[in-house]
């Protein structure tokens, strides 16, 4: 019996969920850039920026040297953030002070704020992402009127020292509506800030992302993967309002290898915005290590106003970002893996109402968390990242304008799930597996024992 006709009798044949295989059995994925991704040439210049729509995802290169300017037409009201991942080619050649600095300006050159991150002292090349921001409400006193801003991106690079590589770069512009009523601006209350116990119990399997547009969706639990040196993982949280965030990496032992690597594993913690919140490091020497995020705060709109970034970067409700680095060195000492990777995420808290803004965020629901992202992070929930609830995942009607040059789609990574359903219809095909094969044979057996039963019955 054919896979088709056993699909025409049928109708639809679903296979039993399973486990994706790991993404670090083949070669380390290249950065995922978004689906929608748009490509525009930064412009040398203010004159010659191409604007950027908040909403959408661009896909630009940064040089080695030299800055490059893209334009933001922006309210008076709404508070608008930029974030710039750089994405570093596989064999550039990095030191832990390489990295990248973003800033948003006025059309008089004063500058609304800057953000710089560097690679770190994995001194491997891995995507790092900065931010910079127009707010507006109380506190903030200038930058505040409506009209063409820019945003600045250029390399950081130690003193004396030059690069010869260019970077790939994805620019994400999100905006957010202004209250309904005016805030103040006091930080929030003292919060609990002892370090929450971690979450036990059997993992999960669950194969990461490869870049912030396809990270897979985790919600409380333990959590299975495996990384290969040199490869970036992505995993995002939904953290409502009123929530806190924790969360431990742990690298499995090595059955080979010697030595010491110093920071082997990186752990980055993104908000919905990809504004970095906190950084976590372990170093490895074949035995099994973890690097824990230090105790968060919880997800309140007045943590803007608090001093020190981690406390204000947890300002939204919405998508959190894990992003999970192995430096290459490993692979020199310990082998090309893969490594097992042990997620332990908690999610503690009760959850409170959302401010009241008086419009709509870009992308929509940037700053919330649906029921659809709650199913998408529950062990049994699809898992795979699409982007639908992070900057620049909103459809053409939802952006202002068309905004930018050019239309090119940019990679994508391989489909991300912990489990999935395979769909069989009469008129599609599909490679036959052992599994598959498995299956047809139990139910040719079970048709064929019921249809005997059916013919004696009427002999």
Not at 86 to 92: C, Y
Not at 230 to 245: E, I, M, N
Not at 429 to 435: H, L, M, N, V
């Amino acid at each position: 019996m054919t896979l088709v006709t056993v699909a025409a009798l049928s109708g639809t044949l679903t296979l039993p969920a399973r486990a994706a295989p790991p993404a670090a059995d083949g070669p380390a994925v290249p950065y995922a850039f978004a689906r929608d991704v748009r490509t525009v040439e930064g412009a040398e210049d203010t004159t010659d920026a191409v604007r950027l729509d908040p909403g959408r995802t661009y896909r630009s290169t940064l040089p080695a040297a030299g800055k490059r300017y893209y334009r933001l037409e922006l309210d008076a009201t709404s508070s608008a953030y930029v974030s710039a991942t750089a994405v570093p080619g596989a064999g550039a050649q990095v030191t832990s002070s390489d990295g990248l600095k973003v800033s948003v300006q006025d059309a008089d050159g004063t500058t609304c704020s800057t953000g710089t991150t560097h690679i770190g002292p994995t001194q491997s090349p891995h995507p790092i992402a900065a931010w910079a921001s127009r707010e507006t409400g109380p506190g903030h006193y200038v930058c505040k009127g409506a009209g063409v801003y820019y945003v600045v991106v250029e390399r950081r690079v130690p003193a004396g020292e030059t690069s010869a590589d260019d970077w790939d770069l994805e620019l994400a512009p999100v905006s957010e509506p202004a209250l309904r009523e005016a805030d103040t601006t006091a930080p929030p209350a003292a919060w609990e800030s002892a370090t929450p116990e971690p979450v036990l119990g059997d993992a999960a399997p669950r194969e990461g992302g490869a870049g912030f547009a396809d990270a897979a969706a985790l919600g409380q639990g333990v959590w299975r993967d495996a990384v290969k040196p040199g490869q970036t993982l992505f995993y995002k949280v939904p953290v409502d309002w009123g929530r806190r965030l924790s969360a431990t990496v742990e690298m499995g032992s090595s059955p080979g290898g010697d030595g010491y690597v110093g920071t082997a594993l990186a752990v980055s913690l993104y908000n919905p915005a990809r504004a970095r919140v906190d950084d976590a490091g372990a170093g490895y020497s074949g035995a099994q290590t973890s690097a824990s995020l230090r105790p968060l705060p919880p997800v309140d709109y007045a943590n803007r106003h608090a001093v020190g970034d981690r406390t204000s970067a947890m300002r939204f409700a919405g998508w959190y970002y894990l992003a999970v680095h192995l430096g290459t060195p490993v692979g020199e000492r310990f082998g090309e893996g893969p490594f097992g990777l042990t997620l332990r995420v908690r999610v503690s808290g009760t959850p409170v109402s959302g401010p009241a803004y008086a419009g709509r965020s870009a992308p929509r629901d940037v700053f919330e968390v649906t029921a659809e992202d709650r199913e998408a992070a529950a062990p049994d929930g699809a898992g795979n990242g699409d982007g639908s609830a992070g900057p620049g995942a909103g459809s053409a009607d939802e952006a202002a304008g068309s905004g930018g040059e050019g239309g090119e789609a940019g990679a994508v990574g391989p489909e991300r799930g912990g489990s999935r359903t395979l769909t069989l219809v009469a008129a599609g095909g599909i490679g036959t597996g052992s599994a598959l094969v498995l299956w047809l044979g139990l139910w040719t057996v079970v048709a064929r024992r019921r249809a005997r039963g059916r013919w004696a019955g009427t002999g």
